[in-house]
Every structure is written in C-alpha cells, then in structure tokens.
C-alpha cells in the first residue's frame, strides 16, 4: 500500500477569478477555433504518471483540491469534480461553492459524459488537452459523447497553464547512471532484446512514454517526481535508430555522456539521437509521414491521446501493455539480488524503529508524525538510501481504519500502549524499492484486535504460501487473502498486491493481485509484487500485514503438462508481531510458517545488526521472534 | 458438466457437390446483390442456443462435423472449420479433404477474421446470416473485417437452408402448461416484475429471444430441442402489451389457451396478442417505426443481429444481461423446493444404479452404454421424469480421462473391479433440473488414484463450505477448488461449476464459477450452481465429483458493513464414496464434512427408499454412508 499525496491545505481555494479566466479561454479562438461549452481537466501527466510533479497539477490549480485522484470539468454555467470516496471528506474541504463534488461510486452520481449530456446545449464541443488524456480514456469518452451529439476536441495548449501564471517549472534534476552492478543487463542489451521482440512482431518502431519504462530502459534514474526516481523523457526505438528526447542541458554531465555512449557509440544502431524533449511530436510526425504501408509502430493504449493519434490507424492501433512493461516486471538476478540487500538494510531501520517505540511510547511524546520522521531518519542512515518511496502512513487507533491516511498537524495522534499502531512505509535505495506495513500494539491487544489480526495473518500466509500452476494470473489469488475473513464475516475493500519496481515506483504493473482487475498478465518467476491484506474497523483500529514478496519457481510433487509450479518467497524480513495474534486460531502450517518466518528474520537481518552494531535493535529482534509453541 | 452432441458418424460426409452448390448460391444475386466472396456458418440457432435442433445443424450438414462448436467458412477456393481441441480428433474423421480443419487455441491457427484478411482479394464481401450470429459477435468481426478492407454482410436468406434438400422441419412439440405448484409465481407476475424493471431502468419494449427465458417467463415447456424443455418463439413485452410469437398451431389447446388466458384476459395489460414465430422481425419492425425519439427498447447483446439491428441506435443499445436472465437465475421457494424433491428422486436413480453396478460387475457383460441405459431407466421410473438433462457421460479408466466422453459402440468399455468409473448425468423432472458427476472404484483403488481423488474433494468443499459476502461474483471461487490440486502440482483446464435451471437448461446465465469469466453477475441466495472440480489422467483416468448448490445466507460471527454473508447448500444427495479417498490427506473439517454431508444423504435419501420400498439400494446407502473415524 502507497498512500498518495494529500497536503496540509484544508481550507478552500478561491476559484472564482480563475473559473472567469478559464471561461474566458474557452471562447478564445487563439486556443481553437470555436468556443468550447466544456473543458476537461483530468489529474494526469503526459506520461499516466501516478505520480505527478507540482507543474502537472493542474486539477489541484483550478479547483484546490490535491488528492490523487480526480477530474474536473468546467462548462459555461457550472464546475464539478469527480473523486472517489478515499477524498470526499478531503475534496469537500478544499473546494470554494464554485464547485460541485461529484462523489465516484455513489448510484446517484452521473458519470462525466452523462453529466455533460444532461447539462450541455445540443452538438456542445468539450475540450481536452489530448497530452494528459490517455488514448484508452479518449476513445471510450469520445464515443460517448458523440453518440450523445456532441464532440471531443483536442485542446493543443492547455487551458490551464494559459491562465496559471506561476505555474512552476517542469523539473529537470540530475541524472544518475546505474551501472551493471545494480541493473545485471546494460541499455545496449535491453535495446538489442526489445528489438527482437520488435521484429518478432512485426514492429519497426517502438514508442516509450512511460517514465519508469524510459529510465529501466536506459539504466538512469532521476528524481522529478517526489518518491519516483524518474526523469521527464520520450524515447523512440526503431530496428536502428534510438530516440531520446530529453532537457538536454542533462545531458553534459560525462558520466551521463559516458554511460549513454554519446560520443563514441559503439555501434551505429546502438547510437543515441539525442532531442528536445518537447519535440517528441514534431519527430513522431516526421517517423510516420515516412512509414511505408508495411510498417508497424508499437505504442501503449495508455500513452497520451496526442502521441497516439500521430500515427496512422493503419500503422498500429495502441495495445494493452508494452513490451518494456513486462520486461521490467520480470527482475533479473543481479534485481532480485538488490531487492534482497535493500529489505535487509530496511528490515534493520524498521526493527530499529520498533525497538525505540517500544521504550519511547510509554513516556509519552512521540506521534504518528514523530515516528514517522523517526523511521525516515533511520532509513536515510542505511547505505545508499534516496529517499522515501511514498508518504509514510503512521497511524493509531482510528486513524488506522482510514486506508490511505497520512498524518496531518491536525490529524496527528499520540502513540500510547493502548492502541494499536500501523505504519505502512518504504524506501528507495539505489539497489532496491521497499515497501512494508506492519501493525504493532506496544501494550496488551484486546481479544478482538487479535482476532482481527489474525484473520488477516491468516489471509496473509494463504498468498505467501500459495502454489499455483505457471501461467496463472494475480487476481486469481486473491480470495485466498479473504477466505479467513470471509469465514467470519469481515473483508477488506482493497486489492491485495500490486508490483513494485526494482529503485524505481513502488507501484508498477503489469501484474498484481487484486480482484478488480481480469486482464493482468500471468505471473511468472521473478516478478515481485506485494502481500497485504488487511481488516479495518471504522472509528477503532486498522490492520494491515505486507510483505513484498518475489514470485519463485516451486518444486512440487506431480507436473501436470510439464506446466511447472510457482510460488513466493518473502523479501521482507521484518518480524510479524506474536503479541497481535491469536495463536490458537491458527493450523499447525500456519504457525510452522510464521516460526519459519521470523527465525528467518532472526538469522538474516540479526546478522546485519551485528555487522552494524546496532546493539538494541537486536536485542528486540531476539525477542520478538521467539517461537510460538 | 454436460456433454455435447457428438453422435455416431466417425466417417467423413462427402461435400464436393454440396460445396459445388453453395459456392453457386454465393454468386446467385437472388440471395445478394452482388456476389459474396466468403461465407460464414456458425453453430447456432436463431435463439443463441447451447444445444440445437437437426434443422438448425447447419454446419455439421456443410461439413459433417457434429460436435457442439465450431465455425465453418467456405470461400470461391477454400473450406475451412475452426473447433477447439476437445474436438480435434473427431473432426478430423468427419470432414472430408475438401475441408481444413482450423485448431483453436494452437499459436499457429489464424482466427476467422486473420485467416479471411489473409486469402480474400482486396475489398471483399463476407457473407453470414444475420439470423445465427449474436450482435455481439457481428460487432467484432465486422470491425476487424472492415480494418481489413472487406466487409460483413447480412444475407437474410440462409445459403445453406438453400442447397439442402432433406432438411428437417422445424419441431413443433406439444406445449406444457405449468401451474404455480411448480413456479411459485404466475407469467402474469412475472410480467407485472420485468415492466417493473423495464420502468425502473426506462425502457418501454423489451424483446426476449433465449428460449429458456421466454418458456420461464410465460411458465411453458416444450421439447422442441433435446435435453432442453424450450419451444422456439420470440415474445415482445411492451408497457401494456404482450407479443407471443410462435407455432400457433401450438396454441390450440383448451389447456394452453386457458393457461395464457387467450380467451379471457383477466387485464388488457395482460392479454397476450399471438402472431406466428416468423413475424418476429416485421412485427419488431412496425415497433420501431412508430418509437418516439425517447423510447428504448432492452435486447440482449447475445440476441441475433438480425433483430438487434432493427432497433434504431439512437433507442437502445444491446446489453449484456437482460433482467429476465437474472430474474430466472435467482429460484423463488417453490422451485427451490421442486429442486430439492427433484434431487431427491435423481438420488435414489442413482444409488440404485450404484448398488446394481455393485453386483453386476464382477460377473461381467456391464458396459459404458448399459451402465447409462440403466441410469435412465432408473430415473424414468422416479415420478414426473421427463427426459435425460444431457447425454450421459458413463465412463471407465482411459476413458474417463475425456472430459467430454460419450460413450459410442467403438469406445464402448466394460466396467470391472480395476478401473475407475465416471458418471456425469442428469434428468429433467417437471419438479426440476439436475447435473450429478460421481467417481467410483468397485474394487480397490490405487493409492494414486485416491490421492488424485482427495484432492478433487478437498477443492470441492472448499467451494461447497466456502462462506463470502453478498455481492461475490463466482469466479472468486473458482481457485478454492484448486489450491490442493495446485499444491501437488495438478490442476484441471475447465471451469468449477455454471449455472442449473429448474426444469429448464442444465446450462444456464448468468453466473458460475469459473477461472474464465470475469463479468458473471454476483451470487445471491436462491441462485443454482454446479460445483464440479475434477483431475484427469491422460490414459489413465478421470476423477470429477459434482453436486448442484444452492445460493444460501450464512450466519457469520460478524457482518463486516452489513453486507450479510452467503455459502452453498448442496442439493444434490448421493454420497461419496469413502473408499477413494485417503482420508489421512484430509483436515478434521474435511472429514466433519463429508460425515455430515453422507449422513444426510442417509437420512433423507434413504427416507424416500424406504418410502418407495427400494431395499437393495437402501442396504448400499446405509454401508456406503458409514462415518470416517
């Protein structure tokens, strides 16, 4: 779990002045050349990042409110934002009566292209700004509204940016070089085999919009967005030619000049063109007014409508997920290696943390902010950090129930021996991502917060220790995370995992295990993806239990159709806290496996603390993985 | 699971003169204006059924293939037929080399569409009749088609109606009227309920075509298609009209006229206006003529193009589920009960058959075909049988291994004390529907066939005994009854179960569970499914062990948001045979269940044969019922 960004601001944003400017740019045939009766603004980047920089926010710049997600429309009579139940509260707060909430998931409440239908005049033109749309989004709004009259334009400046006048500057931060140390395959290689998969169906060209892709591809990383280590970027590969549009200006340093081979490539089609990065489309139009009828351009369905719709229907229609997407997902050894090297140094922080909570929290003072800022403190002391993966979530008591909380001055609680405690974090170091929740009580659990606990545990180890037949696709492990809720009647209304970068996001697809989604690919040996049921009891407590978990090879008794066996093996190693569970309700192979589970932690991450030092934490490790008999 | 047609004839048809004549008929402009370049013959009939009619075989009359699916395409130069690969080999003997046989599900086979793209000369014109292709269907491949530079057209005529000769009329079977002791609830409630939905969801015309919800809507049977008490009709319901297209000879009898009170309707909203089944499209045609601009009209999107393109776009679009589907998949108590007593008598069949297999075998002569003849001689003596629910699949060692086996005289094996038996069969009662699959060893087993087996059994009460909140969608479920399977390393590549209609299809919408579905609508109580995992052995043998579960509230410990909780309550009542299972692989709460599970089967079966004074059978329940220790 990664809780997004949800700032400080409570108070609403004063819009009026900017909803007349925005209006006012509607009916200014300087931005198209007729009035438009609708403008949309959704919360993305040109990339689908889900993340965005401050400059990309323009959702939050035209109506206040910065949850992650939601969608503003603006209509010559009315303003109205769609979110989804994680932020009524929050969006309510943040938006002046300009505004009408549209509150996502509620039966009453029309969707976009319903609403406009209902409110606007017949053959109404909306406006988008076809960057920050994705091509799926357009295509299914687009239709909508055209069976309804009216028509979806694309807006080539964005509205927003023509009223926001200071708005800031796209960030352009230092580039880092990974060398084969933490990568374990170079760019070259990873051009020369997206190429074979190219060829092998039948593309002559390859267009990456997606930031996380465009960095595992060239072996950088950046930091333009808080917690992604990525860069703003486009690249284009043909069978050989590559394409890098970026600031140049980040391109003079000479490690980054050395390590892309930009003056002295050493073979020709492993020679990087280097471009602006706005002159993608001027580039891509180029590409594709050269295209022979035979050639085939490969390019996602969630890339942005205005890359998409440069190239001729007859040259490629956009496909569920790049080939990068899925090369990335599946870690190589000298990945799965870091990955390894980054949970033990993080294991070591967080046990660090609870050791310190543990004799902290009964004198009082210490909150969810305090312990948060106390875990990124000894995060930052373990080699090679970079800083967090996400927003901590450091919760107590009733602010656990709030799935994505982060703590506020006015939210923050004091931790004490009575409630339990959930801290859902992670980091980004330069061999690996992490992310973990565990859930603490520093006092005596009451029966019920143990059961609970339990439960969840018990959902837990059901996916941890899943065998399941090669081929087999996430979600179709995801009741086994619910069936010991189920069985008492609780659930939980979140997914149960999701993949998670190699130093890069925290959240990351292909694969995942969530019963929301069919069309995830199956998952295969070496990708890495999350474990974390949980139970939350409104206005009470949270539990959540995860564990990044790498997907391994299974050896099992029989071979149906030589399909072979997979399963997961955790990569975090931070003890599951005995004191929360009740031990009885759990079967013999549940308890061997968290015996197993926290000797392991005993041996590997102990053996770290010894090596580091860290005297106390040990001793608190010793203790808190003491078998259950 | 049920079988599919897939009778006698393993030599292949002659077809060059048949195809001589269609490829004329695609040239005639009598059929179209202009001559067609391809034609497509799919499976079904006009209502989408599973199972068809001999009028409506067309494709087995075009190539001589039989089975339950496949899509023939004949062009000026080619003749090809696409079936997946429970077919392969049968096929392959029933078409003669005039044919191509296309295996689905191999990376090799082109689709349909790919294959045409492929062979026809630019701008071609494919040819299907409108009538035997579901709109969704015309949709997709009018779309891929046309990206091709062809197009799909509709040839009302059907072009192999036209080329044969002998073809069977149209059944035409006596219709059954059935009172509210069978259906709880009146046609004219149940009209009363869908304008009900139709006001709620805004539509004022609702076209049924599936002939299971028109035979449940109006409270009819007819036998019309084997195995499925359906009659061929369309109806037409309207705010205060009803249409009843169909056979009007049919509607002459006294009871039929009075059931639909033809002669006295008690209300004008309520009088039904017969017209005969081939005025379907005019009659839906003068509809549409007269729509106001705000009028809809509901179909389904598996309804025929035909009908579905003769509803303007601007009054409706075609939908997944039509409310009579679902209406009809949530059993009202009166045909729970009727379930419930038409199990019972289905169980006491079989039992018999068991205790007579018992006896029988070891002195030899007892067949694959004798043992299913004597199963349905068994159940033709039970009360209200109406007819088999599907062929039965009677099966011994190697064969047991086809998932879709029917026994024919060249296959036909005999039953001994070393092989395992599988028996998956089922009859219509006018009380009720019912699918049993049971597995069976008459003499000793081998310890791997009874791990195989416990296996199979623990995954099918991990289903039966599953408890998951109201608003869980089948295929959930569907990995329950495979985690042990899984964690041998074995697994079974068809779905877990589908749903049962009362005294209707054995295969009915639109729930299930299944690994392959994903837009199943939710479980509710008063829904009736198969719950059916089994494991096959190439060569060897085949394990399934099925029963039919109804949708039951369960009683939870907690209610997490008041969703309420559900699980499943087994109607089917034959027990289990305790001799193939190693019972040291099972927990305490397999072992509870399957105690209690046979112990019922005990009580209320062996009840009934007491009652029916049926005392062999009653000795073998009594012995085959004994308690686990």
Chains 1, 2 share one sequence.
């Not at 909508?144 to 796209?170: F, Y």
């Not at 009451?446 to 399941?468: M, N, P």
Request: net charge negative; hydrophobic share 40%.
């Amino acid at each position: 779990m990664a809780s997004q960004k949800s700032d400080t601001a409570m108070s609403p944003k004063i819009t009026g002045e900017l909803l007349r400017q925005l209006r006012q740019a509607m009916k200014n045939c300087k931005f198209y050349s007729e009035p438009i009766q609708a403008y949309i603004v959704p919360s993305g980047d040109a990339h689908q990042s889900e993340y965005v920089a401050p400059c990309d926010c323009r959702r939050e710049f035209i109506c206040g409110f910065n949850g992650s997600a939601g969608t503003a429309i603006v209509t010559e009579q009315h303003a109205a934002m769609w979110t989804d139940g994680r932020y009524f509260l929050q969006a309510s707060q943040q938006m002046d009566n300009n505004w009408t909430l549209m509150k996502m998931g509620l039966k009453e409440t029309p969707s976009p292209e319903d609403w406009l239908s209902s409110i606007l005049p017949e053959n109404s033109i909306v406006g988008v700004d076809p960057w920050i749309i994705a091509a799926d989004q357009w295509k299914n709004m687009s239709r909508e509204l055209t069976s309804a009259g009216h028509s979806l334009v694309a807006v080539q400046d964005n509205l927003i940016d023509a009223v926001w006048m200071d708005r800031p500057e796209r960030p352009s931060t230092q580039l880092r070089t990974l060398g084969l140390e933490y990568t374990g395959i170079s760019w070259q290689d990873k051009i020369t085999a997206l190429r074979g998969k190219m060829s092998k169906r039948k593309f002559t060209w390859f267009v990456a919009t997606a930031l996380d892709e465009i960095a595992w591809l060239f072996n950088l990383r950046g930091a333009d967005i808080e917690y992604n280590p990525v860069f703003f970027a486009y690249a284009i590969v043909g069978v050989n030619t590559i394409r890098l549009f970026v600031d140049l200006k980040r391109l003079s340093a000479p490690a980054v000049r050395e390590h892309l081979q930009l003056d002295s490539p050493s073979k020709p089609e492993l020679s990087i063109r280097t471009l602006p990065y706005e002159s993608v489309y001027t580039e891509l139009q180029a590409i594709c007014a050269a295209l022979n009828p035979k050639d085939k351009v490969w390019i996602c369905d969630k890339a942005s409508c205005a890359l998409t719709q440069v190239i001729p229907k007859a040259n490629g229609s956009p496909i569920p997920y790049t080939s990068l997407c899925l090369a990335k997902a599946v870690k190589n050894a000298t990945e799965i290696q870091g990955m390894k090297v980054a949970h033990i140094k993080d294991a070591v922080a967080l046990c660090e943390l609870f050791a310190w909570l543990e004799k902290e929290i009964p004198k009082g003072g210490v909150t969810e902010i305090s312990a948060a800022d106390k875990a990124e403190d000894l995060r930052s002391q373990q080699k090679d950090f970079v800083g967090l993966s996400f927003p901590t979530i450091s919760s107590v008591g009733p602010n656990g129930a709030i799935i994505h909380y982060r703590p506020l001055p006015e939210t923050n609680r004091t931790l004490s021996v009575n409630e339990v405690y959930l801290i859902d974090s992670g980091a980004q170091y330069v061999d690996g991502t992490t992310d973990v929740t565990r859930t603490m009580h520093f006092g005596t659990p009451s029966a019920y917060e143990k059961e609970c606990f339990t439960y969840v545990l018990k959902g837990h180890i059901a996916v941890s220790a899943a065998v399941f037949p090669n081929g087999t696709k996430g979600h179709l492990l995801d009741s086994f995370a619910r069936a010991a809720l189920w069985e008492s009647g609780l659930d939980y209304l979140h997914g149960t995992g999701h993949g998670v970068g190699c130093f890069l996001n925290v959240h990351e697809g292909p694969c995942g295990i969530s019963y929301k989604t069919f069309d995830d690919e199956p998952l295969e040996a070496g990708m890495i993806v999350s474990d974390e049921p949980g139970y939350y009891e409104d206005g009470c407590f949270g539990i959540r239990i995860e564990n990044v978990v790498l997907v391994v090879p299974s050896e099992t008794k029989y071979n149906y159709r030589n399909r072979g066996s997979l399963t997961f093996e955790p990569l975090t190693l931070v003890p599951i806290q005995v004191k929360m569970m009740s031990t009885e309700l759990l079967t013999q192979k549940e308890r061997d496996w968290v015996n197993e589970y926290n000797r392991k932690c005993r041996d590997v991450i102990g053996a770290e603390m010894q090596r580091q030092g860290r005297k106390e934490a040990l001793d608190w490790l010793i203790r808190e993985t003491q078998p259950i008999v």
